[in-house]
């Protein structure tokens, strides 16, 4: 195993627990997610005082896209606060809300500074100032993923392995690396593959994009509804067909088929939300195609809601 010239293995206390450093980018996570849901609910609350029509309707789609957004952002910015690295009996977990990773402490063939990736770029994943969590090309060591609040040289972590390169950004990073080192020469209990599997490679963007999807079905399931009960009472007049000869129990049936729209929303949205909890720890991307699916039934629903009360 390499490490960096000038590393001591004796001067660090024993820690299991290591936070990532500090920064913006949990402020700029809680703060961007209340902007999207407090402009989702004022779209919301704007588009039920619309007319029935396409200008309500752009409004309910706008209002779904800004919440389903904030609900994705925030559960981002919750991962920023559940960043960690944790020491168990052979192995380094990392932790955060999207997934997490396991290093086996045998597997570790090198440990570094910063120096050793040099400036990283543009993280592909969670990525905005202050919080880092994807993958990211390093001119010297190619792809790299990266676990980190800061991409400063002196605030970050390099751990080599065979098979991935990972890049960490501990709150104390030279006592960080100090303590890996120390670990690995007293030669701990070394945990099995299947530990290493228990946590493995993050879902990235995907299950962000699931609850950002999964929020924006809710939302305009609730479009629906809402577009039905504050029109309902005007429907009869709006499709009545006693100026034809027909009586007014026929109007009186139309109107209130228009009910089973919302029913039939919910229900496709159960439906996708089951068979998408059935497909997320084997397929990531059916799960998204699904949810995506269902949010454009349900946007269907809420254009054939408006079209019938308009």
């Given at each position: 195993?390499?490490?960096?010239?000038?590393?001591?293995?004796?001067?660090?206390?024993?820690?299991?627990v290591?936070?990532?450093?500090?920064?913006?980018?949990?402020?700029?996570?809680?703060?961007?997610?209340?902007?999207?849901?407090?402009?989702?609910?004022?779209?919301?609350?704007?588009?039920?005082?619309?007319?029935?029509?396409?200008?309500?309707?752009?409004?309910?789609?706008?209002?779904?896209?800004?919440?389903?957004?904030?609900?994705?952002?925030?559960?981002?910015?919750?991962?920023?606060?559940?960043?960690?690295?944790?020491?168990?009996?052979?192995?380094?977990?990392?932790?955060?809300?999207?997934?997490?990773?396991?290093?086996?402490?045998?597997?570790?063939?090198?440990?570094?500074?910063?120096?050793?990736?040099?400036?990283l770029?543009?993280?592909?994943?969670?990525?905005?100032?202050?919080?880092?969590?994807?993958?990211?090309?390093?001119?010297?060591?190619?792809?790299?993923r990266?676990?980190?609040?800061?991409?400063?040289?002196?605030?970050?972590?390099?751990?080599?392995?065979?098979?991935?390169?990972?890049?960490?950004?501990?709150?104390?990073?030279?006592?960080?690396?100090?303590e890996?080192?120390?670990?690995?020469?007293?030669?701990?209990?070394?945990?099995?593959a299947?530990?290493?599997?228990?946590?493995?490679?993050?879902?990235?963007?995907?299950?962000?994009?699931?609850?950002?999807?999964?929020?924006?079905?809710?939302?305009?399931?609730?479009?629906?509804?809402?577009?039905?009960?504050?029109?309902?009472?005007?429907?009869?007049?709006?499709?009545?067909?006693?100026?034809?000869?027909?009586?007014?129990?026929?109007?009186?049936?139309?109107?209130?088929?228009?009910?089973?729209?919302?029913?039939?929303?919910?229900?496709?949205?159960?439906?996708?939300?089951?068979?998408?909890?059935?497909?997320?720890?084997?397929?990531?991307?059916a799960?998204?195609?699904?949810?995506?699916?269902?949010?454009?039934?349900?946007?269907?629903?809420?254009v054939?809601?408006?079209?019938?009360?308009?």
């Open positions: 195993m390499k490490t960096q010239v000038g590393e001591s293995t004796s001067s660090a206390p024993p820690s299991n290591w936070r990532a450093k500090r920064s913006y980018g949990g402020l700029i996570g809680v703060s961007t997610t209340a902007g999207l849901l407090v402009l989702g609910v004022a779209c919301i609350l704007a588009a039920v005082r619309q007319p029935p029509g396409p200008a309500a309707l752009c409004v309910f789609l706008l209002a779904a896209f800004t919440v389903g957004g904030g609900a994705g952002f925030g559960a981002a910015a919750l991962s920023y606060f559940r960043l960690g690295y944790e020491f168990r009996p052979g192995r380094l977990l990392i932790h955060w809300a999207g997934g997490g990773e396991t290093v086996l402490l045998a597997d570790i063939d090198g440990i570094y500074g910063g120096q050793r990736v040099g400036p770029g543009k993280v592909r994943g969670v990525n905005w100032p202050g919080y880092y969590v994807g993958s990211v090309r390093s001119r010297t060591l190619g792809a790299v990266a676990y980190c609040t800061d991409k400063r040289v002196d605030a970050l972590s390099v751990i080599v392995t065979s098979a991935r390169t990972i890049v960490l950004s501990p709150d104390d990073p030279s006592g960080f690396r100090r890996l080192i120390r670990r690995i020469e007293q030669k701990t209990e070394a945990g099995t299947a530990e290493a599997e228990n946590l493995a490679a993050p879902a990235g963007s995907s299950g962000i994009l699931v609850i950002g999807l999964a929020t924006g079905s809710l939302v305009l399931l609730a479009s629906c509804m809402l577009s039905l009960w504050s029109n309902y009472p005007g429907v009869l007049e709006s499709i009545s067909l006693t100026g034809l000869g027909a009586d007014t129990t026929s109007a009186r049936s139309l109107r209130s088929d228009l009910a089973w729209l919302p029913i039939l929303g919910a229900a496709i949205l159960g439906l996708n939300l089951l068979f998408s909890a059935l497909c997320a720890r084997r397929e990531r991307a799960t998204v195609v699904l949810l995506a699916s269902g949010a454009l039934a349900e946007a269907v629903l809420l054939a809601t408006l079209r019938a009360v308009g």
